[in-house]
């Protein structure tokens, strides 16, 4: 792209301002999707991009709208690029909000490069299977779920549901075993509370980790147009970081669905066909742009990790926001209204979450041997009680036989002992599988089907 | 003289050139200053509309648009076995090679090597008189592929020269001289990616493709040229089966289509297939494998073509006479494509915004499956069999990419999320799928063995009686069931675990072996014969649950392919002592 513009590429002559949208007859050297400044004739600038050119008309749509817009005295100035961010290594303990402006009072980025936000899709055949294991020291995640470097895994929650806590502890907590690397965290708040985006950034600073992190911020009263940039600047710090700076990237991207509500406003404005549930159609393929940066690249040291977070509307799984993430991220840590009941920190729902990258990320060399056939024991186990829980809620637990009393407590047990920990306890991958085994002791030795016998003899306690 | 044109407008992946008259559609185009690839969908008046196969970011009203007068080809001959190509057959590792990690836009490279060369030994000689589809000689493309190279399509008369030697893909092999008319032939040839390629006849499928997954080779079973569909919600298992597919299938050659999905799942395909042997040659399975990756950030348009590119390699490796499998994963990204470019076209959309033509897209791909005569000689038959995952949003079954799939497919493999969040895998529902070549390779499997039949039968008969019995249950819960109901469950439940599930991560279960999963299921089945005696007599079914036999059929699948049989028979003949009242002591 021309890095110098010998002429100002500007015009008045806008004929239709509409919705969020103007049709400005076309000037030549107009690039598609470039970003224009939108002079009003009260003195503001607000930012637009073109979002279809024309031989005729080009068409633009303003961020922050088309209000107080006039067809008289408004000026559409093209800059001749799409939206970059700079960056160089001191972008590390920065605050930014969602057109990359510092916010946190400290001096201008002095940049060593721009990059496009929207990044570069990686070769397919550059990428390298995520396969490190990331201990969190959350049981329900580091037994059953694990994440590994790499991976993109998001939080579904519901409103009210403790994710916050959640995500800030695995910050607090996350760590290769056995190994200290240069490390980063990005973090996008995008459209929420200043509530939350303050207590991200209060618990990076009690752990002494804000000197390794970078903020993108948009709170819910910031502009909506932002919300689409946020995470890819976000997204584009994180990848300089990993790509350039050989770092390990843990990145946050909180509240997807206010990422979402937002491109489903701007869609409706441009007049698009929505799709499920008034989300444009290709809304799949937006998220993906933005998901698939997370990964590791054959030959170079970094990664980035990406952590979204996402209130499901209505707990609803199927909603198209939780529906469509889960079909582009490597599984989900979904959160549960019945746990939280039952007063189970952290309410993960084990059934529903997933980890897809797990089986690279285990056993022995990566965690311990035996820890496949514990997660899948596990699984089993608590299925089995769980299965029972509910029909003896119909025809009481006295109908059971002693076999299915004995799974129904196991699965109780693995609630309050396995899932549930306190927040500030970090236990070790031994720790958690030396619980799952407690609950095993339960069992008859027969039944533990999916373990190894070498194993059963080498871990399994005496019966208490 | 190729045609040049300008841009005139830029929507999306979608641009309009003026000045194109002369083009025709499907002409492939070079669009603006960085010669994107594009394509040529409609053309009205002297303005062409054209979709772009990479990100038109950056593109200016007045930019060139240069026509190539060809439309979009394959190229097809050596060098595509263990080659990565994206949708518009761009080799991915060349593209590393060329312009590093990340896929800049503009880059080109050929699909087929040009300086590689390749031995070719003729199987005609001179003065022969040959035909479109004749086998004129051979390459030893890997240690698994020897690539038959063909008269192309449209061309036949008498070979002038051929002779055995080292050829690059452009070298002329041989001469063919048709009346007077000389064509050098090659060994890479051309063939328009959208079309269809020939053969003499088809065959109802009738041989099982072995894919070593018990529940389909065995209930479900997928037959040499069939089509099949994978739906499930996310999570589901649907990769996960295709890559086992992929991995094991017992086929000569396997296409692997990532369409609109995960880059690191791509990499792990690709690093799997590097380091796994095929179970029987003992050859690596990249030997017998292309992958065609055009991840969920890659641009959209190209996903549309990518499974176009997928079929007609699939044909070609079928016109030699191989059995091909072909997996694409998934079919609803490559219709959200299609909705995609249906929307910036303002086509009128038809249900939930996919296009009216969604329906007949999808079956002319799953069309390009079937077993054929191959054109030419000598005389041999080859297959390409297609199997589809499908996304349904929220995991309704309901939509349009479903239910249009349902109604061209014979083979349905229809993955239950329940079965996914208690891990139980595969999760493809018992009661749910269902395949019309049941019947068709039946006279297959008695080649294995006489009783397949029955013991099919009787597993989808238990485990019909068990979903029955399980509503009851809930009812009145498991302990009030009379006693052979209880055995019935008892033993439906043995089929579930000991049987159906298979993780591809173990490193035996992960492929079974049609005579080694007959072994199983039917020890299981006779297990449910002795005991049923034993009830009769009296035992009760809470005595027989104890019994030792129990946990040494649920190990059947720990025990290694060369041990199976003498296992197997052990427990067997313990079974047929009576075991289970003797050993079965609480
Ligand atoms: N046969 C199997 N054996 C063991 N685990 C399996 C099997 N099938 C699926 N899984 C588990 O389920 C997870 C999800 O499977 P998979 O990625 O194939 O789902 P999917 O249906 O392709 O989902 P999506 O539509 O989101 O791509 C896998 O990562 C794996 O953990
Ligand atoms: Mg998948």
């Known amino acids: 792209m021309d890095s110098v513009q010998l002429f100002t590429r500007q015009t008045k002559a806008i004929s239709i301002a509409h919705r969020s949208l103007l049709i400005i007859e076309s000037i030549p050297g107009i690039r598609y999707n470039e970003i224009v400044d939108v002079q009003l004739g009260t003195g503001e600038t607000r930012t637009g991009q073109v979002i279809e050119v024309g031989k005729k008309t080009t068409v633009v749509q303003v961020f922050g709208g088309v209000s107080e817009v006039d067809l008289q005295n408004s000026r559409v100035q093209y800059k001749g690029e799409t939206l970059k961010l700079p960056v160089s290594p001191d972008i590390l303990g920065r605050i930014f909000d ?114 390794r992190a970078i903020g993108f911020i948009n709170t819910a009263s910031s502009p909506v147009i932002e919300r689409l940039s946020t995470p890819r600047l976000a997204l584009t710090a994180a990848e300089y970081l990993a790509w350039e700076q050989d770092m390990h990237v843990l990145v946050i991207l909180t509240d997807i669905t ?51 977070i996402l209130t499901m509307p209505d707990d609803d799984i199927t909603h198209p926001i939780a529906d469509l993430t889960g079909y582009i991220t490597e599984g989900q840590i979904v959160l549960s209204r019945g746990l939280e009941r039952k007063r189970i920190y952290p309410p993960i729902d084990v059934f529903l979450s997933l980890s897809r990258m797990m089986k690279e990320g285990i056993g022995e060399g990566n965690t ?71 609950i095993f002791s339960m069992l008859h030795k027969e039944d533990l089907k999916l373990i190894q016998e070498e194993y059963i003899k080498k871990y399994l306690p005496e019966p208490s | 003289m190729a045609i040049t044109g300008r841009i005139w407008r830029v929507s999306g992946p979608v641009v309009i050139a003026d000045d194109m008259r002369g083009s025709q559609v499907y002409e492939v185009v070079d669009v603006g200053e960085q010669r994107l690839t594009g394509e040529i969908i409609a053309l009205e008046g002297d303005k062409a509309v054209i979709q772009v196969y990479e990100d038109t970011v950056g593109l200016r009203v007045g930019e060139p648009v240069v026509g190539t007068g060809e439309i979009l080809m394959v190229e097809l001959g050596p060098g595509m076995v263990g080659n990565i190509y994206d949708g518009v057959q761009r080799s991915l590792i060349t593209m590393m090679d060329d312009i590093g990690d990340f896929l800049t836009r503009g880059a080109r490279t050929h699909a087929l090597d040009r300086e590689k060369k390749w031995h070719f030994t003729p199987t005609v000689k001179a003065g022969d008189v040959v035909e479109e589809g004749d086998i004129i000689g051979t390459v030893p493309e890997t240690g698994l592929i020897e690539h038959k190279v063909m008269v192309p399509i449209g061309l036949q008369g008498t070979i002038r020269n051929i002779s055995e030697g080292d050829f690059t893909v452009e070298e002329t092999i041989a001469i063919l001289d048709h009346k007077g008319k000389e064509s050098p032939l090659k060994l890479m040839q051309r063939w328009p990616a959208r079309k269809p390629r020939i053969y003499k006849q088809r065959f109802f499928p009738e041989d099982l493709l072995v894919t070593g997954t018990r529940i389909i080779d065995y209930l479900f079973p997928l037959a040499l040229g069939g089509k099949a569909a994978i739906p499930g919600g996310f999570g589901t298992g649907k990769t996960v089966n295709l890559q086992q597919m992929a991995r094991w299938s017992q086929t000569h050659l396997n296409i692997y289509v990532g369409c609109g999905e995960r880059g690191n799942e791509m990499a792990d395909v690709l690093y799997s297939f590097k380091k796994l042997r095929d179970p029987a040659t003992d050859r690596l399975l990249q030997e017998k494998e292309i992958f065609i990756a055009n991840t969920s950030n890659m641009p959209v348009v190209a996903r549309e073509i990518s499974i176009y590119l997928g079929i007609t390699m699939a044909e070609y490796f079928r016109d030699m006479g191989y059995d091909v499998l072909l997996v694409a994963d998934s079919t609803s990204r490559w219709a959200e494509a299609m909705r995609e470019i249906g929307a910036r076209l303002e086509e009128t959309p038809g249900e939930e915004g996919f296009p009216t033509y969604l329906g007949s897209r999808l079956a002319s791909f799953y069309e390009r499956s079937g077993r054929v005569t191959c054109m030419g000689r000598p005389e041999r038959m080859g297959s ?92 009145v819960g498991p302990e009030a069931l009379p006693e052979d109901d209880k055995l019935l469950l008892l033993v439906a439940r043995m089929i579930r675990e000991d049987f159906l599930m298979q993780s591809a991560y173990h490193p035996v279960d992960t492929y079974s072996p049609p005579e080694r999963s007959h072994k199983m299921l039917s020890t299981i089945i006779r297990f449910y014969d002795v005991a049923k005696e034993m009830a009769e007599s009296g035992m009760l079914v809470s005595e027989i649950a104890q019994s030792k036999l129990i946990p040494r059929i649920s190990r059947m699948k720990d025990i290694p392919h060369d041990q199976i049989d003498d296992y197997v028979n052990s427990l067997r003949t313990d079974m047929d002592k009576g075991l289970i009242a003797e050993e079965g002591g609480i």
């Open chain 2, 384 to 475: 390409a069999t297609v199997i589809g995952s499908v996304s349904p949003p929220g995991a309704d079954f309901s939509e349009p990419v479903t239910q249009s799939t349902l109604r061209i497919i014979d083979a349905l493999y229809s993955l239950d999320v329940a079965l996914a969040n208690r891990r139980h895998f595969p999760t493809i529902s018992w009661l749910q799928s269902y395949s019309m070549y049941a019947d068709s390779v039946d006279k297959w499997w008695n080649r294995i063995s006489k009783d397949y039949t029955d013991v099919r039968n009787r597993t989808l008969i238990i485990l019909q009686n068990e979903a029955d019995l399980e509503e009851i249950v809930r009812l």
């Open chain 1, 98 to 211: 969602g057109s990359g402006t510092p916010i946190d009072g400290g001096p201008p980025i002095v940049a060593e490069d721009y990059l496009d936000i929207n990044g570069v899709p990686a070769n397919p055949a550059s990428r390298m299977p995520p396969a490190e294991f990331i201990e969190t020291g959350i049981s329900a995640i580091d037994g059953l779920n694990v994440l590994v470097r790499g991976q993109k895994l998001p939080i579904f929650s519901g409103s009210g549901l403790p994710h916050n806590k959640i995500a800030a502890q695995i910050l607090r907590q996350a760590a290769l075993r056995g190994k200290a690397e240069d490390f980063a965290i990005v973090f996008a708040a995008i459209g929420v509370s200043y509530d939350d985006a303050a207590y991200f950034i209060s618990n990076l600073e009690e752990t002494g980790a804000l000197s």
């Open chain 1, 258 to 308: 206010n990422y979402c509500d937002a491109l489903r406003e701007l869609a409706a404005m441009r007049g698009e066909i929505p799709s499920r549930r008034g989300y444009p159609g290709y809304m799949y393929t937006d998220l993906a742009s933005m998901y698939e940066r997370a990964g590791r690249i054959a030959g170079r040291e970094g990664s980035v990790t990406i952590l979204p």
């Open chain 1, 368 to 438: 311990r041997e035996d820890h496949n056939n514990v997660f899948m024991q596990s699984y089993a186990v608590y299925a089995e009680g769980n299965y029972l829980r509910e029909i003896s809620t119909v025809i009481g637990s006295e109908a059971l036989s002693d076999r299915d009393k004995v799974y129904l407590s196991a699965a109780d047990r693995f609630e309050r002992t396995f899932i549930s920990q306190a927040e500030h306890e970090r236990r070790s991958v031994e720790e958690t599988l030396g619980i799952a085994w407690n």
